[in-house]
């Protein structure tokens, strides 16, 4: 069997238990369960677009270095 694909929409996360669930998946590298639950605490459901766009407001969060961000954002 064969298909063909003529386009794709990819979706963000909409609600606090997807934003979490998609950060604690280990996707994006540096951000495991327990980072997933730091940001998510500070950001909310805001928390993929401050990660995309303004990365640095992680240093927000205690424990958060240089490392950790230049790796996610190299992810």
Known sequence: MQFRLY????EKPKNGNEVLAYLESGV???????NAALIYERFGS???DIIESDTERLLEIKGFGKKTI???KES
């Open 70 to 72: 230049g790796m996610i």
């Open 28 to 34: 994006i590298k540096g951000i495991g369960k327990r």
């Open 7 to 10: 386009g794709y929409q990819e």
């Open 46 to 48: 805001k928390s993929l």
